[in-house]
């Protein structure tokens, strides 16, 4: 499986919710911030490693968020 719209947008939808720019980087490519169209065209497969990178004020209540929500074990 790995990374899908549905999740990706929700995630995004929580990120603009907390001013917080969000991108996906695998093997030294990065998505385009905040957009899951870039995020999907990376191909991120399950179990496969990637880095999101998050920007903005106030990272760790973010952090926390994404943890919680668990994007990458659906």
């Keep these: ?26 093997a030294n490519q990065e998505s385009a911030k905040n957009s ?5 065209t990376l191909g991120v497969e399950k179990d496969q490693n990637c880095t999101v990178k998050i920007a903005g004020t106030d990272e760790n209540s973010w952090k926390t968020a994404v943890e919680v ?3 990458f074990e659906k």
């Design 69 to 71: 929500y668990h994007m």
């Design 36 to 40: 899951i169209i870039g995020m999907l």
């Design 1 to 26: 499986m790995g990374l899908h719209a549905r999740p990706i947008g929700e995630l995004l939808s929580t990120a603009e919710k907390y001013g917080r720019e969000i991108s996906v980087i695998k």
